[in-house]
């Protein structure tokens, strides 16, 4: 009779330990996926980031086109540079706008100031560049 108690005071210690260890791997399992979900979106984010800045950098190539045509610019255009990217589907948009603005260092100068704003999908990347005239 004995033994047949002791035996009922373990019943269904087994069964618990089970739930906690299937818990346990649920847990870590939901940690990791999460993890590398994360990690996935941030290099999805960093490619269009790349993408939005050269888009930036051309518009201001653009502009510096420009501004050497002419032997002394007095005003150089503001410029508008959109590209189509035919393995996405997708359009990358970026426009540089122009500020002529006096500098003294040392003696004043004439600059410049070049604004890009690179736009792809949901990512938005801007260069300033300070160009002499």
């Known amino acids: 009779m004995t033994a047949l108690r002791e035996h009922n005071k373990n019943t269904g210690s ?20 999460n993890i590398v979900l994360s990690e996935l ?20 190539e653009n502009v510096l086109i420009e501004a050497r045509r002419e032997p002394t610019p ?7 540079v959109s590209l189509f990217l035919s393995l996405e589907d997708s359009y990358a948009y970026a426009t540089a706008t122009v ?28 260069i300033e560049v300070l160009q002499p005239l």
């Open 14 to 33: 087994a069964l618990l330990l089970t739930i906690i260890v299937l818990s346990l791997f649920v847990s870590i399992s939901a940690v990791v996926v």
């Open 74 to 80: 007095t005003t150089i255009p503001s410029t508008s």
């Open 99 to 126: 500020e002529i603005i006096d500098l003294t260092i040392g003696a004043s100068t004439r600059s410049a100031r070049i604004k890009a704003n690179g736009r792809y999908k949901d990512t938005n990347r801007a």
């Open 41 to 60: 979106r941030i290099n999805k984010d960093m490619a269009d980031s790349v993408i939005a800045f050269y888009v930036a950098d051309t518009a201001v």
